[in-house]
């Protein structure tokens, strides 16, 4: 129930929901109704019927329909100057047959635009905000953003057009030889700074003074219109065939002869003067948008905006082709007038003064809704951040309506901005810049819909009917063709210039709250080729890159505290491939671990925006940590697009978690195709200190390969060397993809760190290790230590015979370190030092190579089956990489490096 009565009884909070929403059709009529009943008193008899109507239409209270909201603002910027001025050139030049051809273009193009708009108008509720509103809620803050900018452009140049028009009617009107008429740029700057200004007054009225103001505005440009069509419906003074050289003298009135010396272009007319004059013509058809400014002031915007927006076109081409039929016919030889042709109108109408009047009051009228226009599209780009500099989040004040200053800010920065541009030149000139600029918002438009389309945004729901896929194909491809004819360059500097501020804006802008378009077609295009990687059924090494799933246990704040390193590193470590931050909140399925799980992620994107690396957040929920890992690294990722390395922090790093069970993960991920890399002292990765060393010594610090087989203990397994080829490959592969990085390619370098049983061995391993390092074609420094005293103080033990492998003499010798490995399970180190002083050995090594190292990498032995040697393997861990500078045991289990073409 939507009477009066029904809404004094309703809650004043859902009645004001209702009424700023306008959720109920005809809610806002009914109240306004009684509003006025109220206030008006019809009832009362003072006035009567119709005066009451006529003080409603000219002081109306509620919002306004088609006609005064959508019709008379796109009917003011339509029928503009070019009617009175232009088009007796224009049928002087083209004839009245081009003409009709370029206005049939022009109600092509028109109703593009209006399909477009009436697309997205009835796609939603609309509110107070004009075209940016309406593209910018349907396409988001990118492109609506970048939109907007060329939205304030053509506002800006449309004002600069009308100003500099109105300079030329005046200069016109008190011409008397119009063929001595050359446009004066100095006079023009002051007739338009003084027009600019009472235009912005006006405008600072309001919307409503505004639709008071275009009414009477539109009623006399009205009346200079059919004064000026019935003047040339006159009997005239010459006669056909009569050569004239003044333009009363060719006047013949209503004439089949005149009609047809005016039918055809001139001798040599040209693609290129058809191109030059369409645009000087379409130019008053870029009024047409002024019909959307007031969509929070118009009563329903889905009807009345297609509706007002038709019919204002429709009746501006009416009026041209009655205007052009009414020249052509009534005027003998139009091409033979040259400039003197350009005030025809003027000198044939029953009063100069009436046409000036008209053509006054149109530009009067289109300067005033470009103001409002361009300001309002200012204003709503603060609000939502894409205007560079100018942010309601850093300068608050600028939403704010406490004061004139703070409400008006935005028409003076328009203003300012149009009075800074009024030197721009005579309307000739601007005109192909606002005519390029009309054609490329509705080329922008349509490939926006139609991208809504292809994408199948299930939220775009259109009602306009004669809106389709076809439409937004026609849309987006014509006008940019007309574009390229009309001029080139310019049309290439549009297309540039709108790309390269979308793409800013999709670097910088916030987050919208009203979506953006261009996630929408991201979504759809991964979703495509994530179906079409699926579908690859080969496997190659050749594109291999690490994909990281880091696991976590601790809170994000905890770990940015305590170890960002470790997550920078990871960052650097990625070079193009996927990387997931995960975390098990360890609890029993239910409402609370759905809520700790919603927590944590938050917290984790929240992280990841702060420290600007490129991850994704993963959470699982598991009654222990070791499930949780478990859906983490089986269920991350999507499709082929998944993790294939664990980064796993050191034990004692991972809350709630202990030794055992941080073994047991291990031995898991071992078992399936996953690479592993345990992290440990990363907290001591200072990335300060490495750009520090460089810069005081000029030398890169080394990231360290130690190419070496570390058996453990537990794992006293005779050749066991084969196991440790992929994963020492595995080591080379991530210190090189790790330098691949532009700040760690500048401050580091790769060293392969390698160990021989006896002091004359090591020039040979560190040629072997070139020949292959160039093989693979990693640039690295190599180093080759020996232990030969190390294996001395065991000579009192039975020294068992190595058992070296005989060389194959078609081997080639580049392939030495995995394939004769110097120091293996079989060698003198091996055979002669007991486990536990082998360990103690690497890691003397480690600590005594770890001035200059910045950060080292190890290949990890697997986890024995022996439960038993199992236990002691973390410990085993333990002892090796004690002390050690910044360490990543790496296990892998299939070759990444490809040598191949």
């Not at 901005?417 to 000139?429: E, L, R, T």
Request: charged share 15%; with cysteine; net charge neutral.
């Amino acid at each position: 129930d939507t009477t009066p009565d029904s809404m004094a009884d309703a809650d004043p909070s859902e009645t004001e929901e209702l009424i700023n929403h306008a959720e109920v059709d005809g809610f806002l009529d009914v109240r306004a109704e009684h509003v006025e009943g109220a206030d008006e008193g019809e009832p009362h008899g003072e006035a009567s019927p119709r005066g009451w109507w006529l003080q409603r239409f000219l002081f109306p209270k509620d919002k306004m329909g088609s006609f005064r909201g959508v019709y008379v603002p796109a009917c003011i910027g339509v029928i503009g100057p070019t009617l009175f001025l232009k088009i007796s050139a224009v049928l002087a030049e083209s004839g009245l047959l081009l003409t009709f051809a370029m206005i049939a273009l022009i109600s092509l193009l028109s109703f593009l635009l209006i399909s477009g708009i009436s697309a997205i108008v009835t796609n939603g509720r609309m509110r107070m905000g004009g075209p940016y509103y309406l593209i910018s809620r349907t396409l988001g803050a990118e492109l609506g953003g970048a939109i907007g900018f060329l939205l304030v452009f053509e506002h800006v140049v449309a004002v600069v057009f009308y100003l500099a028009t109105i300079s030329e009617i005046l200069f016109l009107a008190n011409t008397p030889d119009p063929t001595a008429y050359v446009f004066d740029s100095r006079s023009a700057e002051i007739v338009s700074t003084v027009f600019l200004a009472m235009c912005a007054i006006f405008a600072l009225l309001g919307l409503r003074w505004y639709s008071i103001i275009a009414v009477l505005l539109f009623g006399v440009k009205m009346i200079a219109v059919f004064v000026a069509i019935i003047s040339f419906l006159r009997p005239g003074s010459a006669s056909p065939q009569h050569a004239c050289l003044h333009s009363k003298d060719c006047f013949t009135g209503p004439s089949e002869e005149s009609l047809r010396s005016n039918l055809y272009p001139v001798k040599d007319f040209t693609l290129s003067n058809f191109v030059t004059l369409f645009a000087v013509v379409f130019a008053a058809f870029s009024g047409l948008s002024c019909g959307a400014n007031l969509t929070g002031d118009v009563k329903h915007a889905g009807r009345n905006i297609p509706r007002g927006m038709a019919f204002a076109s429709l009746t501006g081409v009416m009026l041209f082709i009655a205007m052009a039929m009414a020249i052509s016919s009534s005027v003998w030889g139009l091409h033979d007038l040259g400039n003197e042709g350009r005030d025809l109108v003027m000198l044939i109408s029953f009063s100069k003064w009436i046409i000036v009047a008209g053509m006054v009051a149109c530009c009067v009228g289109t300067v005033i809704v470009h103001l409002i226009g361009g300001a309002t599209a200012i204003r709503l780009m603060v609000r939502d951040g894409v205007l560079f500099g100018l942010d309601v989040k850093r300068l608050p004040f600028l939403d704010s309506r406490q004061t004139w200053l703070r409400r008006e800010w935005q028409l003076l920065l328009i203003w300012l901005i149009v009075q800074c541009c009024v030197f721009a030149g005579s309307p000739d000139v601007v005109a192909p810049m606002l005519s390029l600029s009309f054609l490329f918002l509705t080329s922008v438009v349509n490939a926006a819909l139609l991208l809504l389309i292809l994408i199948g945004a299930p939220s775009f729901r259109p009602k306009f009917r004669l809106f389709s896929r076809y439409t937004a194909l026609v849309g987006m491809v014509l006008p940019l063709v007309v574009m390229f004819f009309i001029n080139t360059t310019l049309t290439l500097i549009f297309i540039g210039a709108f790309f390269v501020v979308l793409v800013v804006l999709m670097i910088l802008s916030p987050p919208a709250e009203f979506g953006e378009i261009t996630h929408a077609v991201l979504y759809h295009q991964v979703r495509k080729y994530l179906l079409r990687l699926g579908m690859t059924k080969t496997y190659t090494t050749k594109f291999w890159r690490p994909s990281l799933l880091l696991l976590e246990t601790k809170r994000p704040s905890e770990f940015e505290h305590e170890n960002p390193e470790l997550v920078q590193f990871a960052n650097a470590l990625k070079k193009g491939g996927l990387f997931v931050v995960a975390s098990v909140v360890v609890e029993e399925y239910g409402s609370e671990a759905l809520r700790m799980r919603d927590r944590l992620l938050d917290a984790w994107s929240q992280l990841i925006q702060r420290t600007q690396i490129k991850a994704l957040p993963v959470c699982t929920i598991a009654p222990t940590v070791r499930t949780g890992i478990h859906h983490a690294c089986l269920l991350a990722g999507l499709g082929r697009m998944k993790p294939n390395t664990l980064l796993l922090d050191w034990f004692s790093n991972m809350s709630g978690m202990c030794p055992a069970e941080y073994v047991s993960i291990i031995k898991d991920i071992q078992m399936t195709d996953m690479h592993i890399v345990l992290c440990r002292n990363f907290e001591a990765l200072n990335v300060a200190a490495i750009q520090d060393h460089y810069r005081r010594t000029g030398r890169p610090m080394y990231i360290d390969v130690w190419a070496l087989p570390v058996s453990m203990p537990s794992h006293n397994v005779k050749g066991a060397w084969p196991e440790y080829n992929p994963s020492v490959n595995m080591c080379l592969q991530l210190a090189n993809t790790l330098r691949m990085n532009r700040w760690w390619k500048q401050h580091t370098q790769m060293r392969v760190m390698a160990l021989v049983d006896n002091d004359s061995d090591v020039f040979t391993e560190v040629a072997r290790w070139q020949a292959y390092m160039r093989y693979i074609r990693m640039p690295a420094a190599i180093r080759a230590d020996s232990v030969q005293a190390r294996i001395e103080q065991f000579r009192n033990r039975a020294p068992s015979t190595p058992k070296m492998r005989a060389k194959d003499p078609s081997e080639p010798q580049f392939l030495g370190p995995h394939a004769i490995p110097h120091v293996s399970t079989d060698s003198l180190f091996f055979s002669h030092v007991d486990p536990d002083t082998r360990l103690r050995v690497v890691n003397e090594r480690i600590l005594a190579h770890s001035d200059s190292t910045c950060l080292s990498f190890l290949p990890l032995s697997p986890i024995p089956s022996d439960e038993l040697m199992s236990v002691r393997y973390l410990g085993d861990l333990d002892a090796l990489t004690l002390n050690s500078p910044p360490l990543a045991l790496v296990y892998s289990r299939t070759e990444v490096i490809f040598t191949d073409l």
